[in-house]
């Protein structure tokens, strides 16, 4: 069974500051995601990932997947308030008839203060 | 518009009742999938469905059930036996093998009354 870890589980920081959230995944993987949640809503593609170093950003936000150590960072920079919300990583596995089923992690509530 | 409708966005369910989450797809994909969020918890699968007429149970499939009758369609229902079912109800599809980036529904909150 496939395992996905994030860290850490609450952050709180201030405007301006910038910070990392951490993936982890116990085994092979075909693709990572990045997805947001803000409260009471659904989530909201953010990056797919595809190959060992790929790097994608997307205003203050960027991700970076290395497979090798099945590991994918999502970097805040400069934060402002608007990017508080939940950030989720899932990863997918290729099964049978390619079909492709996701495993979550538990999620990263970014708090960000002005 | 393209994408997937949940409906209803908010369900309240008594004691003993069975209810049915309607999922309903317009983007031609082939699998579908239900979660389930509890607050402040992450996504725990239910069941998902690769094909027409084909389903698999996820991780915690216990008092619910699910039918994939129709491609567009992949309803949820939320049975008496599942004791603790109070939840956000999540619905998402994803496509072929070369975009297999999954798109998620606007959710329905389920509360048992």
């Known amino acids: 069974e496939l395992k996905v870890e994030q860290n850490p589980l609450f952050l709180s920081m201030q405007e301006g500051k910038n910070y990392t959230i951490y993936c982890n995944y116990s085994t092979t993987s075909d693709r990572l995601y990045w997805y947001r949640q803000d409260p009471g809503k659904s989530l909201e593609s953010l990056f797919v990932?595809?190959?060992?170093?790929a790097v994608k950003q997307e205003g203050r936000l960027m991700a970076s997947l290395d497979t090798k150590a099945r590991l994918s960072t999502l970097h805040i920079t400069a934060a402002v308030h608007d990017l508080s919300a939940t950030y989720f990583c899932a990863v997918t596995t290729r099964g049978q008839g390619n079909f492709n089923k996701f495993y979550f992690g538990s999620g990263t509530k970014l708090n960000v203060k002005p | 518009d393209g994408g997937i409708t949940q409906s209803p966005k908010y369900l309240f369910r008594k004691e003993g009742q069975n209810v049915t989450l309607s999922c309903e797809q317009n983007?031609?994909?082939?699998?579908m999938y239900w979660y389930r969020q509890d607050p402040g918890q992450g996504l725990r699968l239910i069941y998902y469905s690769q094909i027409v007429n084909d389903f698999q149970k996820g991780d915690i499939a216990e008092g619910y059930s699910v039918s994939r009758e129709k491609k567009e369609s992949f309803p949820l229902t939320v049975t008496s036996a599942q004791k603790n079912p109070t939840a956000f109800y999540l619905c998402?599809?994803?496509?072929?093998?070369?975009?297999?980036?999954?798109?998620f529904g606007q959710g329905t909150r389920l509360t048992v009354v």
């Open positions: 990932l595809l190959s060992n170093g």
């Open positions: 983007l031609n994909h082939d699998a």
């Open positions: 998402a599809t994803s496509g072929t093998p070369m975009n297999t980036e999954a798109f």
